[in-house]
């Protein structure tokens, strides 16, 4: 991203996110007057790191998961692929109260007539 400023973040924030969600963050300056917008609440971590249900636990422990994941399996990550990383540590956190082998009876029961192509992998033409 080119930077963490509002005039970067609330133009994606927009297109990304639903029109009718609550968002959690923390008091950083980017994402005031997001509550023009949307049911946006935050927490301020100066004062406290959880008010009721304020709180951003969830998304620093996924950043967390996926920052040990690229580190501790990956030499290198294309851009062009960190979607797919992305995703893998998405559906791992998704089902985190499953054991590993019940995540992969899950992921075979559910590969039924898909395809990867070397294309798709390596980014080919």
């Known amino acids: 991203m080119p930077g963490t400023g509002g005039k970067t973040l ?5 297109e ?33 790191y959880v008010n009721g249900r304020v709180h951003t636990n969830g998304i ?7 920052k040990r994941g690229l ?9 062009f692929h960190l979607f797919h990383y992305v ?11 499953l054991n590993d082998a019940e995540r992969f009876e899950w992921v075979l029961g559910n590969a039924t007539d898909r395809r990867l192509t070397w294309a798709e992998v390596t980014g080919a033409s």
């Open 16 to 48: 990304w996110v639903e029109k009718d969600p609550t968002i959690y963050s923390d008091t950083h300056g980017g994402y005031y007057s997001l509550g023009n917008d949307f049911d946006h609440r935050t927490v301020d971590h100066a004062e406290h």
């Open 60 to 66: 620093e422990n996924f950043w967390t998961l996926l």
């Open 10 to 14: 609330k133009p994606i924030i927009r």
């Open 87 to 97: 995703d893998e540590r998405a559906f791992t956190y998704n089902r985190r109260e």
């Open 71 to 79: 580190h501790g399996t990956c030499l290198r990550v294309e851009p």
